[in-house]
């Protein structure tokens, strides 16, 4: 009988599903649910960075899309051994004493400070620099040293403190808070207490600066220094953290019953887009594979003997087995990669928004149908033109800032800047200095990495971004000085997660086998071309000097 798992990935933007066979990776079905509250931007505020999930858009995509592709596939429900959960991070929402997510419970369903915080919510960036400033000063272990040694406002507690602050009704009716994948995992999982419910060691590991070194999360006299309230909240989370090859329970009843499974099916631990993505993409040694949306996650795997004692600075964590049980996982990325270049497509199509889409002019069906064109040929039409431009040519230097710095030396309060504009800039010379940015910042993220004695030697990009713009990509290769090889795989990070689902259930033995036998193949590759290599280095330093320049300036008006 064929055994088939199922991988649910979460994004920023949507959720998908996919049932994948197990005897050798092929996909069978997928499904994408778009969430409606998120796409309406309710809950949020983009210009105090204010990003909030309602928990529903999690909910009705996970229904939607597990039952889509049971029946778009047609297989037998007791043929489904597993499912894993990924989602962005950290990404933590509050929880009542009964396990219910708080923006569930009456009177807390319309307020955002109850809502799932987004990985890009950076309200939090006041508390990150007081988290930075105790572990230096107060006397006792420095628990950022395995989180690249800055604490950031993406991450866990700093977001958590920021709601604390904001708003002591929520955190009055909170009993503990999760992590979005540990949070759709419980929802699916039979196993209810609490308190004996397996966390993800990715997300602890990463972002709550859980370290077994030290016996788990920071201990509560160092919590207590930042809030009394995050002292009393240490005993209502976890101890112990657990990988995602692990079973974290069965399906329950009442969702068994939701999605057309049966209860015998696997739930696997917990993870991270990122690091799933990874595995689907059959992450080895001394390889970087760098998921490419509207941010970048760089994953890496190493031997515990090859890092040994060392902490590598300014990067997002290294965790024993947070990618490849068994193996050290470091993480580094960007907060604005793919988002980059939407804020330049949204700046250019204002005038289009508010005057063109409005004009009497044109009728409805007209409106619809000019929207739907520059919607399909916009980006297209910018990136052949800026390719077009040659590096000999005056194009301006910019940086890729737009949300903050993620790595190298984590940094949310800095802001984007471009240099060198003239009465002969145009947008294709925008949107290449924008491609260049986010490229430089690439570089930045591998130099470090070099510098601080971690090797690499292949490259492979994932994402939408990796599969549709041939453009970015080699302007990539050129500035890295290195090959890129692309997965072939749509759905890299849904795909890891049907992988280590597979392991859970014991099909295959460990996460690297099932990752030979299930993972995506590459379907292309981009070269350096040596004639580009020399005038971006160049460029390089320019990107350099800029983004000196505007940190200095940053760290002055603090």
């Given at each position: 009988?064929?055994?088939?798992?199922?991988?649910?990935?979460?994004?920023?933007?949507?959720?998908?599903?996919?049932?994948?066979?197990?005897?050798?990776?092929?996909?069978?079905?997928?499904?994408?649910?778009?969430?409606?509250?998120?796409?309406?931007?309710?809950?949020?505020?983009?210009?105090?960075?204010?990003?909030?999930?309602?928990?529903?858009?999690?909910?009705?995509?996970?229904?939607?899309?597990?039952?889509?592709?049971?029946?778009?596939?047609?297989?037998?429900?007791?043929?489904?051994?597993?499912?894993?959960?990924?989602?962005?991070?950290?990404?933590?929402?509050?929880?009542?004493?009964?396990?219910?997510?708080?923006?569930?419970?009456?009177?807390?369903?319309?307020?955002?400070?109850?809502?799932?915080?987004?990985?890009?919510?950076?309200?939090?960036?006041?508390?990150?620099?007081?988290?930075?400033?105790?572990?230096?000063?107060?006397?006792?272990?420095?628990?950022?040293?395995?989180?690249?040694?800055?604490?950031?406002?993406?991450?866990?507690?700093?977001?958590?403190?920021?709601?604390?602050?904001?708003?002591?009704?929520?955190?009055?009716?909170?009993?503990?808070?999760?992590?979005?994948?540990?949070?759709?995992?419980?929802?699916?999982?039979?196993?209810?207490?609490?308190?004996?419910?397996?966390?993800?060691?990715?997300?602890?590991?990463?972002?709550?600066?859980?370290?077994?070194?030290?016996?788990?999360?920071?201990?509560?006299?160092?919590?207590?220094?930042?809030?009394?309230?995050?002292?009393?909240?240490?005993?209502?989370?976890?101890?112990?953290?657990?990988?995602s090859d692990e079973v974290a329970g069965h399906l329950n009843e009442e969702w068994a019953g939701k999605?057309?499974?049966?209860?015998?099916?696997?739930?696997?631990?917990?993870?991270?887009?990122?690091?799933?993505?990874?595995?689907?993409?059959?992450?080895?040694?001394?390889?970087?594979?760098?998921?490419?949306?509207?941010?970048?996650?760089?994953?890496?795997?190493?031997?515990?003997?090859?890092?040994?004692?060392?902490?590598?600075?300014?990067?997002?964590?290294?965790?024993?087995?947070?990618?490849?049980?068994?193996?050290?996982?470091?993480?580094?990325?960007?907060?604005?990669?793919?988002?980059?270049?939407?804020?330049?497509?949204?700046?250019?199509?204002?005038?289009?928004?508010?005057?063109?889409?409005?004009?009497?002019?044109?009728?409805?069906?007209?409106?619809?149908?000019?929207?739907?064109?520059?919607?399909?040929?916009?980006?297209?039409?910018?990136?052949?033109?800026?390719?077009?431009?040659?590096?000999?040519?005056?194009?301006?230097?910019?940086?890729?800032?737009?949300?903050?710095?993620?790595?190298?030396?984590?940094?949310?309060?800095?802001?984007?800047?471009?240099?060198?504009?003239?009465?002969?800039?145009?947008?294709?010379?925008?949107?290449?200095?924008?491609?260049?940015?986010?490229?430089?910042?690439?570089?930045?993220?591998?130099?470090?990495?070099?510098?601080?004695?971690?090797?690499?030697?292949?490259?492979?990009?994932?994402?939408?971004?990796?599969?549709?713009?041939?453009?970015?990509?080699?302007?990539?290769?050129?500035?890295?000085?290195?090959?890129?090889?692309?997965?072939?795989?749509?759905?890299?990070?849904?795909?890891?997660?049907?992988?280590?689902?597979?392991?859970?259930?014991?099909?295959?033995?460990?996460?690297?086998?099932?990752?030979?036998?299930?993972?995506?193949?590459?379907?292309?590759?981009?070269?350096?071309?040596?004639?580009?290599?020399?005038?971006?280095?160049?460029?390089?330093?320019?990107?350099?000097?800029?983004?000196?320049f505007v940190e200095e300036r940053t760290n002055k008006n603090k």
């Amino acid at each position: 009988m064929k055994e088939y798992v199922i991988g649910l990935d979460y994004g920023s933007d949507s959720v998908r599903a996919v049932l994948i066979d197990t005897q050798n990776g092929a996909e069978l079905a997928s499904e994408v649910f778009w969430y409606p509250r998120w796409k309406a931007q309710k809950y949020c505020r983009p210009e105090i960075n204010q990003f909030r999930q309602h928990p529903l858009d999690h909910i009705e995509g996970l229904e939607h899309t597990i039952r889509a592709v049971m029946k778009q596939s047609g297989v037998s429900p007791e043929t489904v051994k597993g499912i894993c959960i990924d989602t962005t991070g950290s990404s933590p929402m509050p929880i009542a004493e009964d396990g219910t997510a708080l923006a569930m419970v009456p009177s807390f369903e319309e307020n955002p400070n109850a809502m799932m915080v987004l990985w890009k919510d950076h309200t939090a960036v006041k508390e990150a620099n007081e988290i930075n400033d105790l572990a230096r000063s107060w006397g006792g272990e420095d628990f950022t040293k395995y989180e690249g040694g800055i604490y950031s406002s993406e991450w866990f507690w700093a977001k958590i403190l920021h709601v604390a602050r904001a708003d002591k009704e929520v955190v009055n009716a909170t009993h503990t808070w999760m992590e979005h994948c540990d949070y759709v995992t419980y929802l699916l999982a039979d196993e209810k207490d609490l308190k004996k419910f397996k966390r993800s060691r990715c997300a602890a590991g990463h972002k709550a600066m859980w370290h077994e070194s030290w016996g788990g999360l920071p201990d509560a006299e160092f919590l207590a220094k930042l809030d009394p309230y995050l002292a009393s909240l240490r005993g209502n989370l976890y101890d112990e953290t657990y990988t995602s090859d692990e079973v974290a329970g069965h399906l329950n009843e009442e969702w068994a019953g939701k999605l057309g499974l049966t209860t015998n099916t696997v739930i696997a631990v917990g993870t991270f887009d990122a690091h799933a993505g990874a595995v689907g993409a059959k992450v080895d040694h001394h390889a970087l594979v760098r998921v490419m949306g509207t941010s970048t996650c760089d994953i890496m795997v190493s031997s515990a003997e090859a890092v040994g004692s060392k902490t590598v600075k300014g990067i997002c964590g290294q965790v024993d087995g947070s990618v490849i049980p068994g193996m050290i996982g470091l993480e580094a990325g960007q907060s604005a990669f793919g988002d980059v270049l939407a804020w330049f497509k949204n700046l250019l199509e204002w005038p289009m928004d508010h005057l063109i889409m409005e004009s009497t002019v044109l009728s409805d069906q007209q409106r619809q149908e000019l929207q739907a064109e520059v919607e399909s040929k916009f980006i297209r039409t910018l990136a052949e033109q800026a390719e077009k431009i040659p590096l000999t040519e005056s194009v301006p230097i910019a940086l890729d800032w737009v949300n903050g710095r993620r790595t190298p030396d984590a940094n949310q309060e800095l802001k984007s800047a471009i240099a060198g504009i003239s009465l002969g800039t145009n947008a294709p010379h925008i949107f290449k200095a924008l491609v260049n940015a986010i490229c430089f910042g690439s570089k930045m993220i591998v130099d470090r990495f070099e510098e601080e004695g971690v090797k690499i030697e292949t490259v492979v990009g994932i994402g939408g971004v990796a599969r549709k713009s041939p453009f970015i990509m080699q302007t990539l290769a050129n500035v890295l000085n290195m090959p890129i090889k692309v997965a072939e795989s749509d759905q890299a990070p849904a795909l890891g997660a049907a992988i280590y689902a597979a392991v859970a259930s014991g099909i295959h033995k460990n996460v690297i086998e099932a990752s030979k036998i299930m993972g995506s193949d590459f379907e292309a590759e981009y070269v350096p071309e040596p004639s580009q290599v020399e005038a971006y280095a160049k460029l390089m330093e320019e990107y350099k000097a800029l983004g000196s320049f505007v940190e200095e300036r940053t760290n002055k008006n603090k």
